[in-house]
């Protein structure tokens, strides 16, 4: 296994520095998983994101304001106050003093959001990389496509030269010809479709860092060399690093944090006061000072904590439902990369070989007139459809790949490597 982690480390580098391929080299799987990291706006997001968390924190670390009033009393009235002579004016400075931890509650609370946000962006950033790898995947099986399909183009003109011949011979009809040159025309409109959807999955991949006129091409990429991927039991333990798990964790801390929170809402808050009081008649001046503690906080706050005690509770069944999916796909991921590797392993070494063989037996038949064009024209078929079905299997492969690397995070895309299907 560590053979296979250690061969694509750079390509899900926690941070991938953004580089642009030159237009006369061929784009690589590294270097589009650069384009993507540095410029696609949904990982950019994370910036401002994060710098609006610290914002939040910073808010929530400072203490109850100060209040500073003024108050006056006895004037303006009636009788023996009628006049400001009996007046009373007050300068007062008011406050709260926090209890049960308030303030540390806060803090934690604010900074597990920012911690969360790493995980966040790192899921983000996977799932991304992910994408870019599939669209990256269409322009190479496009590619491969295109050969393919000039490797039937091939056969088909063969099979027209051998028919004009044997037409020009007087040895089979004009039919065989005619037949002959619609199956050579059929190829080469495979080929033309397989060249849009090769310029069509250009564009999507160059979509995802925003270049609207693509001018690359990909590198070559050998689809049939497939790495040899480690027992399901070696994979599952890797999803325990898995984003997608580590949030879950993040999100205890969080609700955690909330329960303490909504608990620390059961002491009371202390309401101080402490002022200077003016008597205007005999000109007198004296302190003032209070102290006031709201009443039924602790019933109020039981709503809340029995809230934040019930999301603590759901979220080990939360992980429980996401573990289960997780390692449902895997086990999925797993058996389509195995199946796909051994039908490729034997259409290499045990049908291609005998059909090519055969496709030339069936050319020296048909020249010397032993078989008809259908037997030949079929056998064609049946190698140029053998190759196709090469190709959605390494595909399949391909794709079974890039949905693990995904789950458990680690670089298992690797096209070459030790243990690879010959």
Same mark, same amino acid.
């Given at each position: ?13 926690? $941070?991938?520095?953004?580089? =642009? ?13 650069? !384009? ?9 997001? /994370? ?44 300068? $007062? ?12 509650? !806060? ?14 962006? +790192?899921? =983000? ?36 030269? @051998? ?7 007087? %040895? $089979? ?11 050579? @025309?059929?190829?080469?409109? #495979? ?14 991949? %160059? ?8 001018? /690359? *091409? ?12 480690? +027992?399901?039991? %070696? ?11 580590? !949030? /879950? ?8 944090? !909330? ?32 102290? $006031? ?14 809230? %934040? ?8 069944? +939360?992980? #429980? ?28 070494? *045990? ?7 055969? #496709? ?35 595909? =399949? ?26």
């Amino acid at each position: 296994m560590k053979p296979i982690l250690a061969a694509l480390a750079a390509c899900l580098a926690l $941070s991938v520095a953004a580089h =642009a391929a030159p237009a006369s080299e061929p784009l690589t799987l590294d270097a589009a998983f650069a !384009r993507v990291a540095g410029s696609h706006p949904e990982l950019r997001l /994370f910036g401002p994101r994060g710098d609006a968390l610290e914002a939040e924190r910073d808010a929530a670390l400072q203490p109850p304001p100060l209040r500073a009033g003024i108050a006056l009393e006895n004037a303006l009235g009636s009788g023996d106050v009628r006049g400001l002579d009996a007046a009373e004016l007050t300068l $007062s400075l008011a406050g709260v003093l926090e209890r049960g931890g308030k303030l540390d509650a !806060r803090r934690t609370l604010a900074n597990a959001r920012i911690d969360a946000l790493a995980v966040e962006r +790192e899921t =983000a950033r996977l799932d991304l990389l992910a994408e870019t790898a599939r669209r990256y995947l269409a322009v190479v099986a496009a590619q491969q496509q295109q050969v393919i399909a000039a490797q039937d183009i091939a056969q088909r003109r063969r099979t027209v030269a @051998a028919a004009r011949q044997r037409l020009q011979a007087g %040895a $089979s009809p004009e039919s065989v010809l005619l037949t002959a040159q619609a199956a050579l @025309a059929r190829a080469e409109l #495979e080929r033309a479709r397989a060249q849009q959807s090769q310029s069509a999955a250009r564009q999507h991949l %160059a979509a995802l860092w925003g270049e609207r006129d693509p001018q /690359f *091409d990909v590198a070559a990429s050998d689809l049939l060399a497939l790495p040899a991927l480690a +027992e399901i039991d %070696a994979l599952d333990a890797l999803l325990t690093q898995t984003p997608e798990l580590r !949030r /879950f964790a993040d999100d205890q801390r969080l609700r955690e944090t !909330r329960l303490q929170l909504a608990r620390s809402d059961t002491a009371a808050d202390l309401e101080w006061s402490l002022g200077v009081r003016r008597l205007q008649d005999g000109g007198d001046t004296g302190l003032v000072a209070g102290l $006031s503690l709201p009443l039924g906080t602790r019933s109020r706050a039981q709503p809340a904590i029995r809230g %934040a005690q019930a999301e603590l509770a759901a979220l080990e069944i +939360e992980r #429980e439902a996401g573990g289960m999916a997780l390692y449902s796909t895997l086990v999925e991921a797993h058996g389509r990369y195995r199946l796909a590797q051994l039908e490729i392993a034997r259409l290499q070494a *045990d049908v291609l070989p005998k059909l090519a063989r055969a #496709e030339a037996a069936a050319e020296r038949a048909f020249r010397a007139g032993a078989i008809s064009y259908l037997e030949w024209a079929q056998l064609q078929s049946e190698a140029t459809g053998t190759r196709r079905q090469q190709l959605d299997a390494a595909l =399949a492969a391909q794709r079974a790949l890039i949905e693990l690397q995904r789950l458990t995070g680690q670089p298992l895309l690797a096209a070459k490597t030790e243990g690879a299907t010959p």
